[in-house]
């Protein structure tokens, strides 16, 4: 089973910034688009970013301008940069390797007023 490593998440004031990120075996990355999905108690996991294998991003509208999404093809993971942080972000958030459909176990985001 091929396995996504996320790190990053944690307890943020709202207003403030988190760096995630998800590692995954070079074999899957250099062929998938990544992507990052979210899941809030009770809600149904959503997608908050992708990027191609050629770097095209693209954002969900709820977090356009407060996320950037990257990729390092030598260290084979990808980022998400959270600023201004609401605690409406608060969720667990996963990788995903959009071809292979391979999913990471999830980081937690919290974000508090």
């Known amino acids: 089973q091929v396995q996504l490593v996320e790190s990053g998440g944690g307890l943020v004031q709202s207003g403030g910034s988190l760096r995630l990120s998800c590692t995954a075996p070079r074999n899957i990355f250099r062929v998938n688009a990544m992507a990052w999905f979210r899941q809030a108690p009770g809600k149904q996991r959503e997608l908050v970013a992708s990027?191609?294998?050629?770097?095209?991003?693209w954002y969900d509208a709820s977090m356009r301008g407060r996320v950037t999404i990257a990729r390092d093809n030598v260290k084979n993971t990808v980022y998400l940069q959270m600023n201004n942080l609401k605690p409406e972000d608060t969720a667990v958030y996963y990788c995903n390797a959009v071809d292979s459909n391979s999913w990471g176990r999830g980081t937690q985001v919290t974000v508090f007023s």
């Open positions: 990027i191609s294998i050629d770097d095209s991003p």
